[in-house]
């Protein structure tokens, strides 16, 4: 940490009431307090680093731990929903409502006229600062530190990007979810492919309880199989509206 002077014990009060907010116990602070070092501070004290490095850090950390999470979320999703899914959720406007919720603002280090001028609440600043907080507790406590500071904080997004995300298309498991929920046996899966290997075409049919529930096509195995599940989750509803008997009269 910095030598100490006058405006060490609030600094040192601010970067400890972060980490708490953070929910992190720092063994070296000193990671917290370059985390919210802008250069703008740095072009007005010499020799202080900034945190544009730890930001590149915390970026690729964060990067990781959002796709691992997807990719275990959301088994049967393509590559490209995957991809769209990361893009929603790693961006600067999501990262700096992050660093808001947390109140990183209060403890930023800035130059004095970045501060008079409202840096403290620029979107832009505070998106960089959660990155750099991030590469922070990765540094100071590793991977599943940083894992246990970002997934809840990113959870309510997480579930708003479902409704246009993997979890939105994903047949498979919400048919496994239904058949289950009716004590019906797990779905199993046929699949046929057709043409050319630069240009194969996949069918798919799904059987529940030994019957054919669903069939669908596409140009890989696992969008035939989402397709044939969603043929399928509509007619195990139907068919079970009409063939469930009616309440009898007490």
Known sequence: MSSPDSTEPPLHDLLAALADRV?????????????VTHRSFCAENTG??????????????LGLIVTDELYRRYPDAPEGELAKARAALVNSPTLAELAAAVQIGDALRLGRGEDA???RAKPSILADAMEAVIGAVY???????????VLPALEPHMTATEADGPGANDFKTRLQ????????????????????DHDKRFHATVHIGGEQRGHGSGTSKKQAEQAAAEAAIDRVEHELLVTTPAPREP
Do not use: W
Request: proline share 5%; hydrophobic share 40%.
């Open 23 to 35: 929910g992190h116990c720092f063994a070296d602070l000193r990671h917290l307090e370059l985390a």
């Open 48 to 61: 202080v680093e900034s945190n544009e490095r730890l930001e590149f850090l915390g970026d690729s950390v």
């Open 117 to 119: 001028s409202g840096g």
């Open 139 to 149: 540094l100071d406590g590793g991977l599943d530190a940083a894992r246990t500071f």
């Open 177 to 196: 979810e239904r058949v289950a929920a009716l004590g019906l046996e797990p779905p199993q899966y046929e699949i046929e492919a057709e043409g050319p």
